[in-house]
Nanobody, 123 residues
Framework: QVQLVESGGGLVQAGGSLRLACAAS????????MGWFRQAPGKEREFVAG????????YYADSVKGRFTISRDNAKNTVYLQINNLKPEDTAVYYC????????????????WGQGTQVTVSS
């Protein structure tokens, strides 16, 4: 099992940057594929980015390519999401999630979730 805790959200102006972090408990973090999702009010939860267990492969939604960067530090049991050039449409609660089987964009294929961190972008 793994427990996840996100941090780093906040209120920023459009064009700004944030670095979200997701700290995981447990000794098996390095075996899990990790994903970041977001959910805006009234919208479905959507895939944003994912990273393989080793960190060697990364995946992004088309809407965030070039602005978002996912990374992980398995020695620190932490996955990061660097968000640059924030836009008002990036406003959402951001969640990290873990699954043991590998890349997937469907949120219901992930067994472990954090509580989320709010990102609000003002125009």
């Amino acid at each position: 099992q793994v427990q996840l805790v996100e941090s780093g959200g906040g209120l920023v102006q459009a064009g700004g940057s944030l670095r979200l972090a997701c700290a995981a408990s447990g000794r098996t973090f390095s075996r899990y594929y990790m994903g970041w999702f977001r959910q805006a009010p009234g919208k479905e939860r959507e895939f944003v980015a994912g990273i393989s267990a080793s960190g060697g492969s990364t995946y992004y939604a088309d809407s965030v390519k070039g602005r978002f960067t996912i990374s992980r530090d398995n020695a620190k049991n932490t996955v990061y999401l660097q968000i640059n050039n924030l836009k008002p449409e990036d406003t959402a609660v951001y969640y990290c999630a873990a699954r043991s089987m590998g890349y997937h964009t469907n949120w219901d294929m992930y067994g472990y979730w954090g509580q989320g961190t709010q990102v609000t972008v003002s125009s």
